[in-house]
């Protein structure tokens, strides 16, 4: 079984800065793509940032320039640094990692962390 924790949300004024972690555990042979979700209240999942095994990152037009994920491999876990954070930042934070389980099988698995609320407000 794989875990997927995450740590790091919390209230910040508007142009502050929050940094999220979430850690994999469990029976993981390689984390492939690592990815950072947010969902806000009456709107879409959105898909945030992006960071493969390889360090290519990716990341929403609504977080570009302020928003930076990166990953440290030796602890499967993988961080998204916020600044210059907005109101419309605020929300459920969700890491997301896909992964195989396996050295002798290529199937790849999608797992998901609790979610981490962030809010943004004066």
């Known amino acids: 079984q794989v875990q997927l924790v995450e740590s790091g949300g919390g209230l910040v004024q508007p142009g502050g800065s929050l940094s999220l972690s979430c850690a994999a555990s469990g029976s993981i042979f390689r984390i492939n793509t690592m990815c950072w979700y947010r969902h806000a209240p009456g709107k879409q999942r959105e898909l945030v940032a992006t960071i493969t095994s390889g360090g290519n990152t990716n990341y929403a037009d609504s977080v570009k320039g302020r928003f930076t994920i990166s990953r440290d491999k030796t602890k499967n876990t993988v961080y998204l640094q916020m600044n210059s954070l907005k109101p419309e930042d605020t929300a459920v934070y969700y890491c997301?990692?896909?992964?195989?389980?396996?050295?002798?099988?290529?199937?790849?698995?999608?797992?998901w962390g609790q979610g981490t609320q962030v809010t943004v407000s004066s």
């Open positions: 997301n990692a896909k992964l195989r389980t396996r050295a002798n099988s290529n199937a790849e698995y999608v797992y």
